[in-house]
């Protein structure tokens, strides 16, 4: 099986998959890390160099051929990677989706602790801009977001709880 887990940036949908993946014993797969990898950069030198838009389309391939390649993978994927192309929709083909729905101040308190730099679309917010950009983003992205065949809302979240979620 594949899991997908969906979400706004610091939902934690990297730390949670990688242990629901050793739960599992399954691949993990971190969306971000595998196109760093594939493409010798990093997500900021990526929209530094191609912007957003090229970024999307390297994502969507990035996508495809994990769903081509895994059988047995939890996948972490970006917070945008649901609303581009037919993200959404091949996820749903291809395994189980599960967005992880976190309140913004959550968010904001976990983002404010990390590194903005390695986040092109936070990089060199203050606080405030913070909190509008992340409340105005979750408004947009909300539409694909619940189009998951699951959700969480809320942490914390257990391990054992997913696994309940998706009959484990
Ligand atoms: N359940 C949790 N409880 C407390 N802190 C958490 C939890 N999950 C994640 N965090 C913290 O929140 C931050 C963001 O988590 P993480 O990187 O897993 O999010 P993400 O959804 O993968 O974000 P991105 O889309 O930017 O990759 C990290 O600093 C992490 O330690
Ligand atoms: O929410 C987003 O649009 C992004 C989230 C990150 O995981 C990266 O995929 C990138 O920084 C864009
Ligand atoms: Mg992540």
Do not use: W
């Amino acid at each position: 099986m594949l899991i997908f887990l969906i979400g706004m940036m610091g939902s934690g949908k990297t730390t949670l998959g990688k242990e629901l993946a050793a739960e599992l014993n399954y691949s993990f797969v971190d969306l971000d890390a595998f196109i760093e990898e594939k493409e010798g950069r990093t997500i900021a030198e990526i929209f530094a160099q191609q912007g957003q838009q090229g970024f999307r389309e390297l994502e969507h391939k990035a996508l495809q051929t994990i769903v081509a390649n895994y059988s047995q993978a939890v996948v972490a994927t970006g917070g945008g990677a649901p609303c581009f192309f037919n993200n959404i929709q091949l996820m749903n083909q291809a395994g189980e989706t599960i967005f992880l729905d976190v309140p913004i101040k959550m968010l904001v308190q976990r983002l404010s602790q990390s590194d903005l730099s390695t986040r092109p679309l936070l990089a060199g917010k203050t606080q405030s801009e913070l909190i509008s950009f992340l409340g105005k983003t979750l408004a947009d992205r909300r539409q694909f977001y619940v189009q998951a065949k699951h959700l969480v809302a809320m942490p914390p979240y257990t391990i054992n709880a997913l696994l309940k979620l998706l009959l484990l």
